[in-house]
């Protein structure tokens, strides 16, 4: 079973700084990989897929980056908005299994 | 638009079995699978398992296997997310997210959940 790890498990960030999230697989998942915003109340949204690719609608603000077991979720310069929790999450294809990672909430500094 | 509209809140008691429904719309509902997902209060998201509505094949987690159903009526676009023998532990949001994936020009599977339902939440209490 291959384990997800997100660190740190809290940011904190000034308005219009950068963050930089980490996510780590307990082995490769090649570029299979996906992020996830969720804010409070609120079911989680698709920011990026296959480790890189901006889901329709997400700002140019965010992206994503790596491969194999180390990848990386950037914001370029966070907005009020931004501030949330952030998932990593892989698909093992055969047989069908979902893993996310345990969260990262960015907080306001 | 793709949408996916779940079922109101529930509140159930130990042993008790609870159903949640899954309404599709904006896509072709059998063109895709429907997982499960849960969120307890205050923890992060733990994956349930996957239904195909086209044939009705399923997958669960190990964790839930011998408790968990999911099944599907196509007429209406609609899936569902059974639990039985309920306890405390099992109050959760839970989630129906639709299932997509692509192959990259590199050969590569990959997947990922779009869109979300709004969530069901489920309390368990005697």
């Known amino acids: 079973e291959i384990v997800m790890t997100q660190s740190p498990a809290t940011l904190s960030v000034s308005p219009g700084e950068r963050a930089t999230l980490s996510c780590r697989a307990s082995?490769?998942?090649?570029?299979?990989l996906a992020w996830y915003q969720q804010k409070p109340g609120q079911a989680p949204r698709l920011l990026i897929y296959g480790a890189s690719t901006r889901a329709t609608g997400i700002p140019a603000r965010f992206s994503g980056s790596g491969s194999g077991t180390e990848f990386t979720l950037t914001i370029s310069s966070l907005q009020s908005e931004d501030f949330a929790v952030y998932y990593c999450?892989?698909?093992?294809?055969?047989?069908?299994?979902?893993?996310f990672g345990q969260g990262t909430k960015v907080e306001i500094k | 638009q793709v949408q996916l509209v779940q079922s109101g809140a529930e509140v159930k008691k130990p042993g008790a079995s609870v159903k949640v429904s899954c309404k599709a719309s904006g896509y072709t509902f059998t063109s895709y699978d429907i997982n499960w997902v849960r969120q307890a209060t205050g923890q992060g998201l733990e994956w349930m398992g996957w239904?195909?509505?086209?044939?009705?094949?399923?997958g669960y987690a190990q964790k839930f296997q011998g408790r968990v159903t999911m099944t599907r009526n196509t007429s209406i676009s609609t899936a569902y997310m059974e639990l039985s023998s309920l306890r405390s532990e099992d109050t959760a949001v839970y989630y129906c997210?639709?299932?997509?994936?692509?192959?990259?020009?590199?050969?590569?599977?990959?997947?990922?959940?779009?869109?979300w339902g709004q969530g069901t939440l489920v309390t368990v209490s005697s």
């Open positions: 082995q490769s998942v090649s570029s299979n």
């Open positions: 999450q892989q698909y093992n294809n055969w047989p069908p299994r979902g893993t």
């Open positions: 239904m195909n509505p086209n044939s009705g094949n399923t």
């Open positions: 997210a639709r299932f997509c994936h692509m192959i990259t020009f590199g050969g590569v599977i990959v997947s990922w959940f779009d869109p």
